[in-house]
């Protein structure tokens, strides 16, 4: 069946940091990938998704690509704040029966310092 | 618009009573799909249901839990004779049927069940 991997943390960065979060996924068909955020004691947020290979999701200054022919999608940063200290979880929602349900990977907990 | 709900926020049973979970959707959302949350794990598939149907439980334990979406009032997922290893955080999400099938899904808040 379908699976996420993802790098498992914990990672701490300084503030401004780079931020690379591994992705990469197991599935039949043609997934969409999202990325969620959850912070402390809070749901899933969407951060960013991509429907279709080579799709460039983007959200407050967070990037991943599609990549089909690695079966990836990383999560990047150019400058990490303190405030993105949070759990980033990787997902993949395939059609298998036509459900649409969530795959997550485990989730990376991310803190950056001052 | 508010967004989806979900009550209680925080739940705790001893064991072998019963757990109710309730999730209302957003706003014009039919679909409804509940994921449980171990400590330390990603979120795990349990339920997809419209509006007075099951689509899809392939994630739900085979005895002690179900769930229901009626026409009128929110979702609520049941569990019965509640043990140790059913602590966990329950998340509901909820989305719109769109061309494609692609529907984004908006997360609740969660309820957390401890089971003592």
Known sequence: GDSVTQMEGPVTLSEEAFLTINCTYTATGYPSLFWYV????????????????????????????????TTSFHL??????????AVYFCALS????GSEKLVFGKGTKLTVNP | ??????????LVRRRGQEARLRCSPMKGHSHVYWYR???EEGLKFMVYLQKENIIDESGMPKERFSAEFPKEGPSILRIQQVVRGDSAA???????????????????????LTVT
């Open chain 1, 94 to 97: 395939g059609t298998q029966g």
């Open chain 1, 38 to 69: 959850q912070y402390p004691g809070e749901g899933l947020q969407l951060l960013l998704k991509a429907t279709k290979a080579d799709d460039k999701g983007s959200n407050k200054g967070f990037e991943a690509t599609y990549r089909k022919e």
């Open chain 2, 90 to 112: 329950y998340f509901c999400a909820s989305s719109l049927r769109i061309a494609g099938g692609r529907g984004e899904q908006y997360f609740g808040p969660g309820t957390r």
């Open chain 1, 76 to 85: 990047e940063k150019g400058s990490v704040q303190v405030s993105d200290s």
């Open chain 2, 1 to 10: 618009n508010a967004g989806v709900m979900q009550n209680p926020r925080h």
């Open chain 2, 37 to 39: 949350q171990l400590p």
